[in-house]
């Protein structure tokens, strides 16, 4: 049974960086099915709602304020329903399909370092 995925993405005010990282979770034939959850740590620079009004299918979550990278990760994960939480920086996208075919990440149920 494959695995699920649940990416995490926490933001604060990481502007046209948060849609380069978005973009690049749009799925392909080739990359597996994921939810994507997107942390918002009280950015002011409006990039999080722009990014939820352009990609409906993301599960937006506005922190209220700046939790920090794990303090969002935490809300985000409260929310995910995936057997493998993926975390993503919005300033060092990675997508799924890289993970996969450079070894961080075996939808067989392990996931590595």
């Given at each position: 049974?494959?695995?699920?995925?649940?990416?995490?993405?926490?933001?604060?005010?990481?502007?046209?960086?948060?849609d380069r990282c978005l973009d690049s979770l749009r799925?392909?034939?080739?990359?597996?099915?994921?939810?994507?959850?997107?942390?918002?740590?009280?950015?002011?620079?409006?990039?999080?709602e722009r990014a939820a009004g352009r990609q409906p299918e993301v599960t937006f979550i506005p922190a209220g304020a700046n939790l920090g990278f794990a303090g969002g990760v935490r809300r985000g994960a409260a929310e995910a329903s995936g057997t493998i939480l993926f975390l993503l920086n919005?300033?060092?996208?990675?997508?799924?399909?890289?993970?996969?075919?450079?070894?961080?990440?075996?939808?067989?149920?392990s996931v590595f370092s």
């Open positions: 049974m494959m695995a699920t995925v649940s990416v995490i993405v926490v933001n604060y005010n990481a502007g046209e960086l948060l799925l392909r034939e080739a990359e597996p099915a994921a939810e994507v959850i997107l942390v918002d740590n009280g950015s002011t620079d409006g990039s999080a919005p300033v060092r996208p990675c997508t799924l399909y890289q993970a996969v075919n450079h070894g961080l990440l075996d939808l067989q149920g």
